[in-house]
């Protein structure tokens, strides 16, 4: 793993920058404590609404804040702690307010000079850019799917999300279709001359044939085209061996924490539906 300051930063900027525009707001427009940063999304995924406090850590009122708001909102949520973080502190507070680990990810990036030569297309991929409304729910129903599993609420929630962050110019969508059929998705997204690389995803049944590889190739492609001084992500364990054969760079690790709404009292478990786990399902089946 490299320590590259300048790389960590730009790790911990990108994913800010990338979750502060998937959420559609702040958590509360008032009386938000001023050490952290939440924001609500709309989709009843964890993964989609997030808290953080960068920089520092939070004060014990201010996270448990932070998890009542969600709580309200009946809204599973992750808390990231960063690599500016001062991370015991941070991690003790956040699990005396109940939050647990639910993943640990690696930051990893890109600078053009550790571009690999381009990667082989698989035969009969064909990847197109998302920008019709169908097009934007083939990609939210093939990155549901290929990350969790299928969801019609939920990707319904991330075509209105997806769809609302295209327009805005900053970020590119694509879909991989074999024989006229979405099978993967990849997204990029532009932001201080990044390119933040998210929603890398291939359907279970066409893994392992260097899909996930081709969809990541052609988000960096965008992203070079453009201009970017380097591409940044943050993979899950399952992501990492494909990102280091695209020539990305470990440089640091980010934790995420979960916490849950309390189950309701008619027993229901969360607004995400009944007996759905919401962990990608990766973690679920290793491998
Ligand atoms: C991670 C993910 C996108 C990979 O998709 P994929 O289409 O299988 O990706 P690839 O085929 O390019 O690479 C996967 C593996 O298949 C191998 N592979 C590629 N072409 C192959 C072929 N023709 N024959 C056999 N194996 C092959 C690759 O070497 C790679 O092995 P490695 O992981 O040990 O390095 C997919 O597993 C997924 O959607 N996971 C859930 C979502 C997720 O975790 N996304 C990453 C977020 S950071």
């Not at 920058?17 to 964890?46: I, N």
């Not at 893994?207 to 992203?223: K, N, S, V, Y």
Request: charge should be positive; proline fraction near 7%; hydrophobic fraction near 40%.
């Amino acid at each position: 793993m490299t320590r590259d300051p300048s790389a960590v930063r730009d790790v911990e900027s990108g994913h800010l920058a990338y979750f502060e525009s998937v959420g559609s707001g702040r958590l509360a427009e008032t009386d938000t404590p001023v050490d952290v940063r939440a924001y609500v999304s709309g989709v009843r995924l964890p993964l989609f609404n997030v808290a953080f406090a960068p920089g520092r850590t939070a004060r014990l009122a201010s996270i448990g804040w932070v998890a009542d708001r969600f709580g309200d909102l009946r809204l599973p949520h992750l808390w990231w702690l960063l690599p500016s973080n001062d991370r015991r502190t941070l991690r003790s507070r956040l699990e005396r307010a109940g939050y647990t680990l639910w993943e640990e990810s690696i930051g990893m990036s890109l600078d053009p000079s550790g571009r690999r030569a381009s990667v082989p297309r698989p035969s009969g991929l064909e990847i197109h850019e998302a920008t019709t409304g169908l097009a934007v729910r083939d990609f939210a129903q093939t990155f549901t799917e290929g990350t969790f599993e299928r969801d019609p609420d939920a990707a319904d929630a991330i075509a209105r999300r997806f769809a609302s962050l295209r327009r805005q110019r900053e970020t590119v969508l694509l879909v991989g279709y074999l024989g006229g059929h979405p099978v993967a998705t990849s997204a990029g997204f532009l932001h201080d001359g990044l390119i933040g690389v998210h929603a890398v995803a291939t359907l279970p049944r066409f893994r392992h044939q260097g899909i996930g590889a081709a969809m990541t190739d052609e988000i960096l492609e965008r992203g070079w085209s453009a201009g970017i001084r380097r591409a940044v992500l943050v993979a899950s364990p399952g992501g990492t061996s494909l990102y280091a054969r695209m020539g990305f760079v470990a440089c640091c690790r980010l934790l995420a924490y979960l916490r849950e709404p309390k189950p309701r009292a008619d027993g229901r478990k969360s607004g995400r539906g009944p007996g759905i786990d919401p962990r990608p399902s990766r973690l679920r089946s290793p491998g």
